[in-house]
Structure formats: structure tokens, C-alpha cells
């Protein structure tokens, strides 16, 4: 039983280190392409573009979100803005309607019905060949239009940019250990950009060819994560998606631990369950590195996590129950019981090796994430609170959304 135990435990653990390694050897082999570009971004021709900003209940962030948009370096008579109020029972509307003398704006009202129904009401309105959402608690850079649309002017096959999501001044712990995390992402996400295997394209500012929706389909439920699941469309049907680094928008994060397990919660049922959807397309050649790369590191990532919490509960119940036996037996002895505590249960050099290696590869991504969107090197001590949190919490929302998979129960939005 202890060598099957250690068999699994190490092949999760040459799964994570074989992840990190392959998206190094991708940083190498691309990092010419990787560029930080200052200053405003030119381009020879700027296509029309809608942006639609969904919105319920969000009366205090919709103003600045909207205001963004104006201060884009783009021709102004090229950005179209929709807004959707999808049954907001606050202020929002209100906030709305002091944009409604602008030209460039137009503003919808629905019953509520969630996120993607609001984005494909604003589908139904929008004429131009490109499309974007901005979530109503987002705010663009200036020159993350430009930079996003640049992608599209040099490809014609590239049907979806994604920009880079930036935290920009945490207040607390719990955002602090996110905005090392977006700095991850910043990194993981051009790394699967450069692999074609990018799996979500999230709701603030990814610009897409309209033609996309006309020729898939609206945006649909997807266990309201409906910013995955169209990417996980547009990979089964192949088409290219893109992720520009330097384009940056400043997204709003959740402030308490409560309402980042929600959110989680929500995202990882989310990935579970699309890509149970899309099981036809695993590992098949046609797929390429979305088939055999993201959705299984995905998928094994989530496992591993949660079999080494099982197996941290399972030495901790061991190590109690010998304590209990030995005071039973010869009684209570401090000394002898401190001094052969052992607080990792797992006294390995070889586990303790490979968990600094790993660390080292998370302190890289966070190092290059933060190159990509300032574009210097530099490691905060704010990767130990990102350590500590995930450490404690990760492992119980990964396995309440199997259980909640398991039970078909989807998760609360908010």
C-alpha cells in the first residue's frame, strides 16, 4: 500500500515539474516573440468595434468601466459601446442612462438571466466586424485596444485576442496573493498562446471577429463559465486564438476569502464540467496542444492537488493515532513526543527537493509575468502570501467542485 501511495504521489509530482518544464522550453524557444511595447500603438487600418458591458448590480464600477472605453487610443467613431442591464435591482441603470446623450452608446434593458444572455442580446446588436466584452467591474489601459487589434492586422487566421487581466492595488492579504497569481497567468496564458492551447477567453476585453458567433453560435450557459466554453468551441473547431501580454486590463478581485472560494468554486466547476462536455476531442491529434496538453495538465493538476491534501489528512490521522497508542501504553512523555514530530509527515529529501523545485518554478512565472507587463524583473515578497493562501484554501474548493460534479450541483454565481 505505501509503495502504491508513493507511486501515485510521485507521478503527480513529475506532472507538475513536466508542466513548468514544457512551458520553459516554450518561454526559450519563443521569447524573441514576447515583447513589451511602450508608448501608443499604431496601426494601418482600425477596424470598427463593439464592446459590450453586461452588467447586474454593479452601480459603483460601471461608470469608470464605460469612462475606460472613451480614453481608448482608438478612433472614437470606430469603438462602438452596448450596455446591458441584465435585471439589476440597484442603481445600475441609472448609472446607464447618464451615458445615454453619447452617440457612440446604446443601452439595453433585460430581465435577469445571467451573464451570457446579456452577451448575446448585445450580439443581436452588434454590426461590426470585431466584437469584445468588458466586464463591468473592469477597467481598459488606453492602449489595450491598439495592442489587441495589432494581432488581427498581422494574422488573418488569429479569430480571438485575449489581453492580459493586471491587479491593480491590492488592499488586503487575499489580493495581494491574487495579484501574484494574475502575474502567473500573465505568463502560463502567452505560453499556451504560443502553444494554441488556450482554454478561456475571459470576459474583460477579448476581442474576437464577429463571424466567430455567426458561425459557432451565441454564447451559451456552459456552468457559468460561458468565457471557457467558447474557447473550448473555437479549439474543437480550430480556430486560432491569441494572447497579447502587453494589453492590460485592470480587473476587480474578490477582497475575502469567502468570496475567492466562490469564485473559484465556480471556475474550476466550470473547467471540470466543460471539459467533461468536450471529452470527444481529448487527446486527438487534429486537436493538437489543447487535446493533449491543456485540458489534461488541467485535469491531473486538480488531482494531484487534491490526493496530496487526502494525503497530508491521512500521515496527520496516522501520526495521531500512534500518539494516542504510545500515551496508552507508557503514558505522556512532551520531549519524546516533540522529538519525533515531524511537521510535513512526508521526511523525504526527495519530497523536499522537489517541492522547492517547484517553488522555484512558480517564483519564475511570477517573475516573468511581471517582465511581460512591466517589462523588468522583479520578485515580491507577495509570493509568500500567495503560497500560504492557495496552500490552505485551493485544495478545498478543487474538491468541492468534484463533489459538486459529482452531484450535478452547479455553484452560486456571487
Known amino acids: 500500500m505505501t509503495f502504491v501511495s508513493g507511486a501515485i504521489f510521485y507521478f503527480f509530482i513529475f506532472l507538475t515539474v513536466y508542466v513548468q518544464v514544457f512551458f520553459l522550453v516554450t518561454f526559450f524557444e519563443n521569447r524573441g516573440k514576447i515583447v513589451v511595447r511602450k508608448g501608443k500603438t499604431k496601426l494601418e487600418n482600425y477596424p470598427e468595434v463593439t464592446v459590450i458591458v453586461p452588467a447586474w448590480n454593479e452601480e459603483r464600477t460601471l461608470g469608470k468601466t464605460v469612462e475606460s472605453i472613451f480614453r481608448l487610443n482608438y478612433p472614437e467613431n470606430k469603438v462602438r459601446i452596448i450596455l446591458i442591464d ?28 445571467g451573464k451570457y444572455t446579456a452577451l448575446n442580446l448585445g450580439l443581436l446588436h452588434t454590426e461590426t466586424e470585431f466584437v469584445g466584452c468588458l466586464d463591468s467591474d473592469s477597467v481598459a489601459d488606453p492602449d489595450a485596444l491598439p495592442r489587441l487589434m495589432s494581432y488581427f492586422e498581422k494574422d488573418p487566421s488569429v479569430m ?15 489580493q ?11 505568463y502560463s496564458k502567452k505560453m499556451l498562446g504560443l502553444l494554441g492551447a488556450i482554454h478561456v477567453t475571459p470576459g474583460p476585453l477579448t476581442i474576437f471577429r464577429t463571424r466567430v458567433f ?13 468565457d471557457m466554453e467558447i474557447a473550448y468551441r473555437m479549439q ?13 486590463v485592470y480587473t476587480g478581485i ?74 496508552q501504553t507508557v503514558g505522556f512523555d512532551l520531549g519524546a513526543s516533540l522529538g519525533n514530530f515531524d511537521p510535513f509527515f512526508l521526511s ?21 509575468g511581471h517582465r511581460m507587463v512591466e517589462g523588468k524583473w522583479k520578485l515580491s515578497f507577495k509570493i509568500v502570501h500567495f503560497l500560504v493562501i492557495f496552500s490552505l484554501v485551493a485544495p478545498f474548493w478543487l474538491l468541492k467542485a468534484i463533489w459538486q460534479t459529482v452531484i450535478a450541483k452547479s455553484p452560486a454565481w456571487r
Not at 529529501?349 to 517553488?359: A, G, H, P, Y
Open 214 to 226: 455567426d458561425e459557432l453560435g451565441p454564447y451559451r450557459s456552459a456552468h457559468s463559465t460561458e
Open 86 to 113: 441584465d435585471g439589476s435591482t440597484d442603481r445600475t441603470l441609472e448609472e446607464m442612462q447618464k451615458f445615454s446623450d453619447n452617440h457612440r452608446v446604446k443601452i439595453l434593458t433585460k430581465e435577469n438571466g
Open 254 to 327: 474578490p477582497r475575502t476569502v469567502r468570496k475567492l472560494f466562490r469564485q473559484r468554486l465556480r471556475w474550476i466547476y466550470g473547467f471540470i464540467n466543460n471539459s467533461i462536455d468536450y471529452r470527444d476531442i481529448l487527446f486527438r491529434k487534429k486537436y493538437g496542444n489543447f487535446s493533449f496538453f491543456t485540458i489534461p495538465a488541467g485535469i491531473a493538476s486538480i488531482f494531484a492537488v487534491c490526493y496530496l491534501l487526502v494525503r497530508i489528512f491521512y500521515n496527520l490521522g496516522e501520526f495521531v493515532h500512534s500518539k494516542f497508542v504510545e500515551y
Open 176 to 186: 495581494s496573493a491574487q495579484k501574484m497569481e494574475y502575474l502567473m497567468s500573465v
Open 236 to 248: 474543437k473547431h480550430r480556430y486560432k486564438i491569441e494572447h497579447c501580454n502587453d494589453a492590460y
Open 160 to 174: 480571438a485576442v485575449a489581453p492580459s487581466l493586471v491587479v491593480p492595488k491590492p488592499k488586503t492579504i487575499i
Open 348 to 368: 523525504t529529501k526527495s519530497f523536499i527537493f522537489l517541492e522547492v523545485l517547484i517553488i522555484g518554478f512558480v517564483a519564475f512565472a511570477m517573475m516573468m
